[in-house]
C-alpha cells in the first residue's frame, strides 16, 4: 500500500538555523498538506499546497515557514530561521482531493531546537 | 472557527472490556469526521471516518462510530478490546467552511492490559 514518507526522521538545530523538513507524498495525490504537534498539544495544521500554490496556511505559518514542491516528487517544509518554540513533531499529509477525501500521513519529523 | 473535544484523555482498559471514546465538534455546518489512531512508534493510520449516508460507521479492526448530528458528536466504540488495541486516538474534522483543513482533538490514550 503507498505510502507517505518523511526524511529525516528526527532533526536537531540551533536556535537561528534554517531547516528543512522533507515528505514524498503518495504518488497520484494532488493535495498536499504540512501539520505539526508540539509535545503534549494537539495536531494543528499548518499549510496545504495544490498546483504549486499555498491553498490555506493558518496563523502558525508565518514568515519564516515556506513549502516547495521542487520537484515532482517531493514537498518541503522551510523555516528560516529557527526558534525554541519550533521543537515539535511536523507531519506532511497528502489526498486526493479536498474535503471530502482522506488525509494520508506520513511518520513525522521530529524537530528538536536547542 | 471550529473545534474539536475528546474528554477522555487517559483510558485504561482490561482486554475484553468494552470502549467508548467521546469526540465533539462544535460547527453547525456540513462536516466530514475521521478517527485516526497512531500506534506506539508508529504514524497516524485512519481508523474509519464518515462523510455521509449512514451515520454508524464501520471501521477496521472492529472499530464503529456513530454521527449523531443533533449532538454534534462522533464517538469511537468498540465492543471487546485487545493489548493491541493500546494507542493513541484522535478525532479530527473538516468543514465545509475550511476547504480542506483537518481539526484534530487532543487525543485519547488507550491502554489495555493484558
Known amino acids: 500500500e503507498p505510502e507517505v514518507t518523511q526524511t529525516p526522521s528526527h532533526q536537531v538545530t540551533q536556535m537561528g538555523q534554517e531547516v528543512i523538513l522533507r515528505c514524498v507524498p503518495i504518488?497520484?495525490?494532488?493535495?498536499f498538506y504540512w501539520y505539526r504537534q508540539i509535545l503534549g498539544q494537539k495536531v494543528e495544521f499548518l499549510v496545504s499546497?495544490?498546483?504549486?500554490?499555498?491553498?490555506?496556511k493558518s496563523e502558525i505559518f508565518d514568515d519564516q515557514f515556506s513549502v516547495e514542491r521542487p520537484d515532482g516528487s517531493n514537498f518541503t517544509l522551510k523555516i528560516r530561521s529557527t526558534k525554541l518554540e519550533d521543537s515539535a513533531m511536523y507531519f506532511c499529509?497528502?489526498?486526493?482531493?479536498?474535503?471530502?477525501?482522506?488525509?494520508?500521513f506520513g511518520p513525522g519529523t521530529r524537530l528538536t531546537v536547542l | 472557527a471550529q473545534s474539536v473535544s475528546q474528554h477522555n484523555h487517559h483510558v485504561i482498559l482490561s482486554e475484553a472490556a468494552s470502549l467508548e471514546l467521546g469526540c465533539n465538534y462544535s460547527y453547525g455546518g456540513t462536516v466530514n469526521l475521521f478517527w485516526y489512531v497512531q500506534y506506539p512508534g508508529q504514524h497516524l493510520q485512519l481508523l474509519l471516518k464518515y462523510f455521509s449516508g449512514d451515520p454508524l460507521v464501520k471501521g477496521i479492526k472492529g472499530f464503529e462510530a456513530e454521527f449523531i448530528k443533533s449532538k454534534f458528536s462522533f464517538n469511537l466504540r468498540k465492543p471487546s478490546v485487545q493489548w493491541s488495541d493500546t494507542a493513541e486516538y484522535f478525532c479530527?474534522?473538516?468543514?465545509?467552511?475550511?476547504?480542506?483543513?483537518?481539526?484534530f482533538g487532543g487525543g485519547t490514550r488507550l491502554m489495555v492490559k493484558p
Open positions: 504518488s497520484n495525490h494532488l493535495y
Open positions: 499546497f495544490y498546483n504549486n500554490e499555498i491553498s490555506e
Open positions: 499529509a497528502s489526498s486526493e482531493r479536498v474535503f471530502t477525501d482522506t488525509q494520508y
Open positions: 479530527a474534522v473538516i468543514t465545509n467552511n475550511a476547504g480542506n483543513m483537518l481539526t
